[in-house]
């Protein structure tokens, strides 16, 4: 998987930027607390899920605060890419070539991995893998959907489920993205000019550890 471009929304110094491109060689020039390292940061967000905190929301603009005497931020912080799949990736994780991936902060719910997909109109048969068997069930009773196999085997009632949900309207959504999408992200490697290590060294190492995986 290759990452095309990333616009980033709400984090740090960035309330919105649009389709930064990310090339085989992309070079990041402005002034001293412009963004730069604000854009690397929101990247390895999305690549690598790197933790936030409230303080990485950007600060409401004044007047748009509720309270004006308590500088206030914005509700989430938002990291969007464009990525770039390979035929077999595309077999694997049932995506198309190009699709874009999401991660989002919100303080009060943590950051979730969100992918934007072709998925049933109907809400409840946008993710039914990440439902429990008990919720499955009930899914099913609510669309008269009987069990394809054993009433005690998730498969059963998750692959009539499917069946019915591509029968129906698509429509264009963000949904939850499952391990294997994320799994397949790229990795982020910073290289910083006080090193240790060797670029070669770290690249060595990188390379190593996905192919033991």
Request: net charge negative; with cysteine; proline share 6%.
């Amino acid at each position: 998987m290759q990452i095309c471009d990333v616009s980033v929304e709400g984090f740090r110094c960035l309330a919105e930027i649009k389709q930064v491109p990310v090339l085989q060689q992309t070079v990041l020039t402005g002034q001293n607390e412009g963004g730069k390292t604000a854009l690397l940061d929101a990247l390895a967000f999305l690549l690598e899920g790197t933790a936030l905190s409230e303080r990485d929301l950007t600060y409401l603009g004044e007047g748009e605060a509720e309270d004006a005497d308590a500088p206030a931020r914005v509700a989430q912080a938002v990291v969007e890419g464009s990525f770039a799949l390979r035929p077999h990736e595309q077999e694997v994780l049932g995506l198309p070539e190009h699709v874009r991936i999401r991660r989002r902060y919100r303080p009060e719910a943590g950051s979730f991995l969100e992918v934007r997909r072709r998925v049933c109109e109907e809400a409840a048969l946008q993710d039914l893998a990440s439902l429990k068997l008990p919720a499955l069930k009930a899914t099913a009773n609510s669309y008269g959907v009987l069990p394809a196999g054993p009433a005690t085997a998730r498969d059963s009632w998750e692959q009539p489920l499917r069946q019915l949900a591509d029968t129906m309207p698509q429509v264009d959504a963000w949904v939850a993205a499952d391990s294997s999408v994320e799994a397949a992200l790229p990795s982020l490697v910073y290289f910083r000019g006080d090193a240790v290590q060797a670029p070669e060294t770290v690249i060595h190492t990188l390379l190593g550890s996905r192919l033991r995986e």
